[in-house]
């Protein structure tokens, strides 16, 4: 069966950098995309961009650009995020899901568990 | 950017019927997909691709899109459907992913 297993929770200092990984397992990793999304607190979804494991394209979401990059490491099957110059704001659940790519549009079939990421000085 | 449109809450009885929008500037034109999300909880798919249902997802829920109105209709509404409901469609001109701010359905 198809499962994202996401890194544990981190706690970052303001001007720090967090990486969050996010293992496949139960699919071919490079058949589709992993997308990025966070959750603030008590707040809605917000994408941050998406990366293709099959060609290491990214397209990251014009807020985040400059301070996000997406990876991926095909021999693990495995997506990472990096997220720098972090701020009290970029508190949230960050979640990484299987990315089905259409004509003009992707959707996210499966969601990893989460990883709470806190900023705070 | 693209804007999406969602009620903040919506409320049902047992067993009605109950109809989540998502509020666009032609929306009809793209192809919207749902989420369900259980408190402290990852978001499930329930809807793609405006009214395909995923395997595992049961036929109570459907989706229509038409106008500047995308809508989930769950059916015969359950206890375990209390959730947040969260539309997505991809916005050509940011070139990114957008979500609306979800609707929290009550069932009553």
């Known amino acids: 069966q198809v499962q994202l297993v996401q890194s544990g929770a981190e706690v970052k200092k303001p001007g720090a950098s967090v990486k969050v990984s996010c293992k496949a397992s139960g699919y071919t990793f490079t058949s589709y995309g992993i997308s990025w999304v966070r959750q603030a607190p008590g707040q809605g979804l917000e994408w941050m961009g998406w990366i293709s494991a099959y060609n290491g394209n990214t397209n990251y979401a014009q807020k985040l650009q400059g301070r996000v990059t997406m990876t991926t490491d095909t021999s693990t099957s495995t997506a990472y995020m990096e997220l720098r110059s972090l701020r009290s704001d970029d508190t949230a659940v960050y979640y990484c899901a299987r990315a089905l790519v259409g004509a003009t549009t992707h959707y996210f079939d499966y969601w990893g568990q989460g990883t709470l990421v806190t900023v705070s000085s | 950017s693209y804007v999406l449109t969602q009620p903040p809450s919506v409320s049902v009885a047992p067993g009605k019927t109950a109809r989540i929008t998502c509020g666009g500037n032609?929306?009809?034109?793209?192809?919207v997909h749902w989420y369900q999300q259980k408190p402290g909880q990852a978001p499930v798919l329930v809807i793609y691709?405006?009214?395909d249902r995923p395997s595992g997802i049961p036929e109570r829920f459907s989706g229509s899109n038409s106008g500047n109105t995308a809508t989930l209709t769950i059916s015969r509404v359950e206890a375990g459907d209390e959730a947040d409901y969260y539309c997505?469609?991809?916005?050509?001109?940011?070139?990114?992913?957008?979500f609306g701010g979800g609707t929290k359905l009550t069932v009553l």
């Open positions: 691709y405006d009214s």
């Open positions: 997505q469609v991809w916005d050509s001109s940011s070139d990114g992913e957008v």
């Open positions: 032609n929306i009809g034109s793209k192809s």
